[in-house]
């Protein structure tokens, strides 16, 4: 009961340090790049946290999150573009439907198989997307991806911005925090160490497979919502999989077995 104890008290005591780490940069800064920097951190430590609960809490290494990601960004650019900036916010959940219905698509293949083949399998998705994304060029603006992307009203404002990515990534990683730490969670570990062991249970090793892949997916696709604003712009490079490759290596410098290690990895890269 201690042990408990103090672990929800540090955790406690370094989210309200980080918190209003985060809450004091617009006003303590220097430069708009401070600022900008900032968010950047918070928007990958996002990402990554989302990724590292597909890798580091279940054991499935995907190299395409960078997919789901993309479609977070051109779900925002290209509604605002073609729809008009007052589409803007709606954007966000509309991508994040979309980021969810092609997951449950593409899980359903993915989790078929494991290893180094459920990797490149998810590597080949992603690049798929990327080529298509960069071939057309009429309708996504091709490797010069889309430029001048503002958020409507309160929101063009970029300390406003930022504490709308403050506020939602927070909101987000204690949501991820709860949920590696839920039965679910549980669960999720015990099919990274001993899936027979899940079965054995009576649990579905790929349904919980499959739910986790979409959950990460969603997330990742919430970062690069965001990420849109932040730029004001989008490219093909959000689909390719060297952005996959970032939150990996992000996840490595903080640590794959601590929650928080792939967000401080962020904060490292």
Sequence with gaps: MMMVGSSK??????????????ALVPVLMTSRYQMNLASHILIWGLFA???????????????GQALYFGIGAYSIGLLVTHAGKSWYLAAIPIGL???AGLSILLG?????VSGVYFTML???FAQLAWQVTFKWYDFTGGDDG???IIAPGLLANKMVYYYFVLAIVFLSVWFLKRLAYSPFGLVLRCVQQNPNRVRFIGRSVKMN????????????ALAGALMAGVDNSIHTDMFFWTTSGEVILMSVLGGINQ??????????L
């Design 9 to 22: 008290f540090r955790f406690g005591l370094l989210w309200s340090v980080g918190l209003v780490a985060f």
């Design 49 to 63: 946290v989302s990724f590292n609960m597909l890798w580091g809490v279940t054991g499935m290494l995907s190299f």
């Design 97 to 99: 439907v979309a980021a």
């Design 108 to 112: 359903l293949l993915v989790i078929r």
């Design 122 to 124: 998810t590597l080949a």
């Design 146 to 148: 889309i430029q001048g």
């Design 209 to 220: 497979q499959l739910r986790i892949y979409v959950i990460s997916s969603v997330f990742a």
């Design 259 to 268: 929650f928080f290690g792939p967000f401080v990895g962020a904060v490292i």
